[in-house]
C-alpha cells in the first residue's frame, strides 16, 4: 500500500449511534485500506462514545489507526469536522456522516487497467 495515497476519514457525531455500527464496519469491510479514522463525538446522549470505543480494536487489528475524541460541550457538526481535519495526515480528506456508511471499493484488476 505504500504506493497508495493515505485517506483521513472525518467522522463528526451526535446521537446517531442507532447508525453508527453500520457507518464503522462499512469502513472496517473495505478492500483498500490506507486509511485513518478521526471520530469526534459531541457529547451525544446516548451510546455513541461507547461504540466508537469499541471498534478500536477493530480497527488496530487491521492496520488502520482509529482516533477517538470527544467534546466538553457540543460544538456541532461543522466544527468537529474542522478539528478533525486539522489532525488529518492524509493526502485526501472525507466527511462520513456518522448515520452513513461507505461503499464497498474494490481495487481495480490488472484486466480493468488496460
Avoid: W
Avoid at 473495505?30 to 457529547?43: A, G, I, K, L, P
Avoid at 478533525?84 to 490488472?110: F, K, M, N
Amino acid at each position: 500500500m505504500e504506493n497508495e495515497p493515505l485517506v483521513t476519514i472525518a467522522i463528526p457525531n451526535y446521537n446517531y449511534a442507532h447508525y453508527l455500527e453500520n457507518c464503522l464496519n462499512s469502513l472496517l469491510n473495505q478492500t483498500y485500506s490506507n486509511f485513518e479514522v478521526y471520530f469526534r463525538d459531541n457529547q451525544s446522549t446516548d451510546d455513541s462514545l461507547k461504540i466508537a470505543l469499541g471498534y478500536k480494536d477493530k480497527f488496530a487489528a487491521r492496520g488502520i489507526y482509529f482516533n477517538v475524541s470527544d467534546n466538553k460541550r457540543n460544538l456541532g457538526s461543522d466544527i468537529k469536522s474542522e478539528l478533525a481535519r486539522r489532525d488529518a495526515e492524509g493526502e485526501y480528506i472525507y466527511t462520513l456522516a456518522s448515520d452513513d456508511a461507505c461503499l464497498l471499493y474494490t481495487s481495480p484488476s490488472p484486466r480493468d487497467r488496460t
